[in-house]
């Protein structure tokens, strides 16, 4: 059976308090990259050496275009790795609460969501019409 009104709304109260609550966050994706660098005496240009990493990074989308920041210390590593973790939760608390958001669209009664004046039944004619 579907949760009753009361309950949804007390569903879509809890979700906010969560939402209200989370850390700090951005969105993004921390990624692995190996290559090769510019010094071609370097030790990564020599046969069967895998090159220079893995060095992590963090992409992220402003205005449409990609970018990509390195970390300096493992600690900014460690820092946006939880502050996309915290983002990948916002997207789930906020996904929860726009469903529970339609449950509630669902059962709540029309008469409900209607305007004093909209509950106003509109009153018979009392002019009679004249017989021809």
């Known amino acids: 059976m579907a949760d009753s009104l009361p309950q949804l709304e007390k ?3 809890d979700l ?3 939402i209200s ?3 700090d966050f951005r969105p993004g994706s921390i990624t692995s990259t190996q290559g090769r660098c510019g010094n071609p005496n370097c030790h ?3 046969p069967d050496e895998p090159g220079h990493g893995p060095n992590l990074r963090l992409t992220y989308k402003v205005e449409g275009k990609t970018v990509t920041e390195s970390f300096a210390t493992p600690a900014l590593q460690r820092k946006a790795e939880r502050e996309v973790a ?3 939760r916002y997207r789930e608390l906020s996904r929860a609460f726009v469903e529970v958001n339609a449950q509630i669209c669902r059962a709540r009664p ?3 969501t209607l305007s004093p004046q909209e ?3 509109p009153k018979p004619s009392v002019r009679k019409s004249r017989a021809k």
Request: charged share 40%; aromatic share 4%.
């Open 11 to 13: 569903h879509r109260a």
């Open 16 to 18: 906010l308090a969560q």
């Open 21 to 23: 609550q989370l850390a």
């Open 44 to 46: 990564c240009h020599k």
């Open 86 to 88: 915290e983002f990948a």
């Open 110 to 112: 029309v008469e409900d």
């Open 119 to 121: 509950k106003k039944r």
